[in-house]
């Protein structure tokens, strides 16, 4: 069994699973080599004064800043015109908060830094960072080992992330903590109105999801670029949902993971994990299992 960037929370939940002292001991290490994981969407909204002295929304916690630094498009790593328009060209990004936390009113804006303008998550981003090897920008919405569900507002101007509600109240995840970096590639959108040939369902009308299984948290907000390693098509209230499987491109175990079957290798029963959440996510509220197609299988890279 190899080292494992899923391992259980707990030791004592690792050891049951299987994983030996020294397995447990390597992914301690290799947690610590990385920074302290904060969510951006658990910052607390000060006022501040722009220029013009308007009252903005500034954030004070670390999350945030982490946040920051990677809102930014490195024009070095662009290598054709139709990688990146000249919306999001050399932009660095600044998030902006409005509303309380915990309440139907937050949102997380993005912004040209230096009081530009607002940036849509989903319009402004470009998809990919690199054509040879292919990388894709991946937008984060809920952090690993977390369970509000924050997604990006498709019908909102400037498509900030908010937390979604259901008759008016804020949604988490009954079933548990997500085991991976949960968001959506930029740029994207799955067809609602032609069946997919390989699912016969329709597309569901929102961006195409995404699951890092990377090492890191990535806090709410947060733009990676990331390898795609494969894709599983989840069936949900018959709507094609495809669940893109990537890691971010710098996280320590990117290296050796290059494809859908190098993942069980790394990361033993990381997949299966995946999957079982995405069917049985919804069961806590009284609904039935989701259902997935091409056998259940995680399709590959070329696939993907």
Known sequence: ?????????????????????????????????????????????????????????????????????????????VQTDDVVTSAATNWEFAPQVEGELDTLEWRLYLTKKNGGPRVSLW?????????????VNFVCEIPKF?????????????????????????REFKLGDLQFNYGCLPRTWEDPNPPHPDTGF??????????????????TGAIRSVKVLGVLAMIDDEETD????????????????NDIDDIDKIFPGLLFT???WFRNYKVP????????ALEERFMNAAYA
């Not at 369970?147 to 509600?165: F, G, M, V």
């Not at 329709?202 to 806090?219: A, F, K, T």
């Not at 495809?242 to 993971?257: G, M, Q, T």
């Open 285 to 292: 509220d009284g609904k039935p299992q989701n259902q997935f």
């Open 202 to 219: 329709n597309g569901d009308d929102d961006p195409i999801d995404v699951c890092e299984i990377g090492l890191r948290p990535i806090p």
């Open 1 to 77: 069994m190899g080292a494992s960037a899923s391992i259980p929370t707990t030791e004592a939940a690792a050891k049951e699973a299987g994983y030996t002292d020294e397995q447990i001991a390597e992914y301690k290490a290799k947690q610590e080599e990385t920074e302290p994981p904060v969510a951006a969407a658990e910052a607390v909204a000060v006022e501040a004064k722009d220029e013009g002295g308007a009252a903005v929304a500034e954030t004070t916690t670390e999350g945030v800043a982490m946040a920051s630094e990677d809102l930014k498009i490195n024009p070095a790593s």
């Open 274 to 276: 995946v999957r079982e």
């Open 146 to 170: 977390s369970r509000k569900k924050y997604e990006i507002a498709t019908k909102e101007a400037d498509n900030p992330i908010k937390q979604d509600e259901k008759k008016g109240v804020l």
């Open 123 to 135: 319009h402004d981003i470009p998809l990919f960072t690199s054509r040879d090897p292919v990388r």
């Open 242 to 257: 495809w669940k893109l499987v990537c890691i971010d491109a710098d996280d320590p175990w990117a290296d050796s993971v």
